[in-house]
């Protein structure tokens, strides 16, 4: 639709003459005329947003006339800075692929816009849109350089959606196909933060293999070296291989960020993972009484299980009496959340082993929930067996409540926000 039509369309339907349009806009009749007889074939943006303005012409509307008859690279520029600051990612969408394909403006000069456009834009919805055009041209073109950029910055910012940890983490290692055209720091980033990633999703071999990569082409010793050390210290624990967990933990005991809680705590999980029981007991309670707020969580969950290891009963029932101690108040990041998870579905199992059937329950569907949150299907779908079993077990039908319940919680979005900036391990 011309600019012409659009006019004439919505002048109809609010029922104004040229005049009444005039004296509302402070337009001359004249001006008003030309344009919805077609003889101005594209009146100044100013003008033509007053008159948009009073007749209801939706903006996008306004901006995606201009972009169907523009092609100067200035009057693009502009039509997307106005689509930005819209924050219509339909609109935005358009105006990033006209700019791209522009014969007036060199591709290059485009993509480099484009990028640092992107990254002065507060509004990650619209940013990941424009990476997601960058990525789609430039795989058509074939100019990787560019691709990599965007791709690095799209996982930069996706990687914090825990209810997506999967899909995230997925897209984001499309980025290993570019990543020599990223400088070094980036790439140790990338390596970094997908290692860390990858250890957060319980996938040990590929944390290890990143981390590792990250750390061989780091040039100096920082948070982030100390953090994926650690990461992998964890996985080879996670794996079972005590003799490279212990070799990692004497690399990170060397670091300069090392810190003495962490590494105490580390002793401790790789006495329970010997079987010397007591040794992890004495050294996780003594973590226990020390540790900051933020991980008191990781470290009673893994005292739990030590606990139910040996059948420790009254260890078991003292550490629930000190849960205000480290349930954590926030539930902000992933590994808050599946510790929550582990620690109230080994709870709840305890209870219902104990003939404590509705509080065993509720602690199961407290696990369940948290699981959903972070997207951690595969434990979700455990629990859910786990609930039905033990209704089987205990002869009992499932309540409508509880059914409710699952309905809910197996439906139900993340309530984590993707703007959350923490660290994810």
């Not at 690095?152 to 899909?167: K, P």
């Not at 629930?320 to 902000?332: A, D, I, K, Q, V």
């Not at 199961?364 to 929930?369: A, K």
Request: aromatic share 10%; net charge negative; proline share 1%.
């Amino acid at each position: 639709m011309s600019f012409s039509e659009s006019m004439k369309a919505h002048r109809y339907r609010a029922n104004l003459s040229l005049q009444e349009l005039s004296e509302r806009t402070g337009i001359s009749r004249s001006v008003l005329a030309r344009i919805e007889s077609g003889e101005t074939k594209r009146p100044g943006f100013t003008t033509w947003k007053k008159i948009a303005s009073e007749l209801d012409i939706p903006y996008e509307r306004v901006i995606a006339l201009y972009l169907d008859i523009s092609e100067r690279a200035d009057v693009l520029k502009f039509l997307l800075a106005e689509a930005i600051a819209y924050t219509d990612r339909h609109i935005v969408r358009k105006a990033a692929r006209k700019l791209l394909e522009s014969t007036k403006i060199n591709t290059f000069f485009a993509l480099d816009y484009l990028l640092q456009v992107t990254r002065e834009t507060e509004d990650e919805e619209i940013k990941i849109t424009i990476y997601d055009m960058i990525i789609d041209c430039t795989k058509k073109q074939g100019i990787p350089f560019y691709q990599a950029k965007a791709l690095l910055e799209r996982y930069f910012i996706e990687r914090y959606d825990f209810s997506r940890m999967e899909e995230t983490y997925r897209r984001g290692k499309e980025l290993l196909s570019y990543i020599e055209y990223l400088t070094v720091s980036e790439r140790v980033n990338a390596y970094y933060r997908l290692g860390l990633q990858a250890y957060a999703l319980k996938y040990y071999d590929d944390c290890i293999h990143l981390c590792r990569q990250g750390i061989s082409g780091d040039s100096e010793e920082n948070e982030l070296m100390a953090s994926a050390l650690l990461a992998i210290t964890n996985s080879y624990i996670n794996m079972g291989d005590a003799i490279l967990a212990e070799l990692y933990l004497k690399k990170y005991e060397k670091s300069g960020y090392a810190k003495a809680n962490h590494i105490r705590y580390l002793r401790a999980q790789l006495h329970a993972q010997k079987g010397e029981y007591d040794e992890a007991i004495a050294g996780l309670e003594l973590c226990l009484s020390e540790a900051e707020s933020e991980t008191r969580i990781a470290i009673a969950t893994d005292l739990l299980e030590c606990y139910a290891s040996i059948e420790d009963v009254e260890g078991m029932k003292g550490l629930f009496e000190r849960e205000s101690h480290f349930l954590p108040l926030e539930m902000n990041t992933p590994k808050k959340l599946e510790h929550v998870a582990m620690y109230m579905k080994r709870k709840g199992v305890y209870l219902l082993e104990q003939g404590m059937f509705r509080e065993g329950m509720d602690s199961l569907f407290e696990s369940l929930s948290h699981y959903r949150q972070i997207g951690a299907y595969s434990s979700v779908s455990e629990c859910v067996g786990l609930i039905m079993a033990e209704h089987l077990n205990y002869g009992e039908k499932l309540s409508p409540e509880d059914m409710e319940k699952l309905s809910i919680l197996w439906h139900s979005k993340s309530s984590l926000k993707t703007t959350q900036r923490r660290q994810m391990v």
